[in-house]
């Protein structure tokens, strides 16, 4: 039988980093969601794709081609790992995101790519859409300020000059989206174990986590 770890939060809350060092200490296969949806809204802009052309959409979701090969994002054969962290990608994967056909596509693509194998899968509906019997649900979360200040000190590890006023407003607006819209809202499952991260090292946060999936083992 193969196992399924759902963990879901809001951006910032350390989902990224500790779900990819799990899949490595665990030896499980690691899938963004997150990444499918910013291939997605990278498409639509490279075709300059209206939000409300739903015949536009429904050619590119045929068209489209997604592999995430390790910790590599593949569009179509195309490396695009890197595009896909620009800010005008990010902006532009909330709403599109929250388009019902799009979901439908990704949500069929996510159940696919875990068929048969142990994962664990990082998102905002992996417990109460994707996978509502996975074996492990985490919902990780962390105060927006402490998001925003992650952030920030991520921009600058990577030469990103940033603003933390203007990055923790972009949070709060990000999370009101996600969580308000009509299409798989971003919410805790009811059984999913919460997790705070705001006080806790990335180290403490993967040891909590590996636990919780050692006693589901048992
Ligand atoms: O986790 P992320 O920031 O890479 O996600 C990009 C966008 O996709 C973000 O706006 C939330 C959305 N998303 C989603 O709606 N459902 C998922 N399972 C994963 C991401």
Known sequence: MSLIVAIDGPAGSGKGTVTKLIANRLDLQYIDTGAMYRCVALKMLEEKVNLEDEEKIKNILDSIEIDLDGSKVLLNNRDVTKRIRSIEVSNFASPVSAISCIRTKM????????????????????????????????????????????????????????????????????????????????????DAILIDTTKLTIEEVIEKIISIIEVSEK
Not at 137 to 149: F, V, W
Not at 152 to 158: M, P, Y
């Open 107 to 190: 949500v069929d693509l996510q159940r696919n790519l875990a068929n048969g194998k142990n994962v664990i899968m990082e998102g905002r509906d992996i417990g109460t859409v994707v996978f509502p019997n996975a074996n492990v649900k985490i919902y990780l979360d962390a105060s927006p300020e402490e998001r925003a200040r992650r952030r920030v000190e991520q921009n600058e590890k990577n030469g990103i000059e940033s603003n933390y006023e203007q990055i923790l407003n972009d949070i709060i607006e990000r999370d009101t989206r996600d969580m308000s819209r009509e299409n798989s809202p971003l919410k805790k499952a009811d």
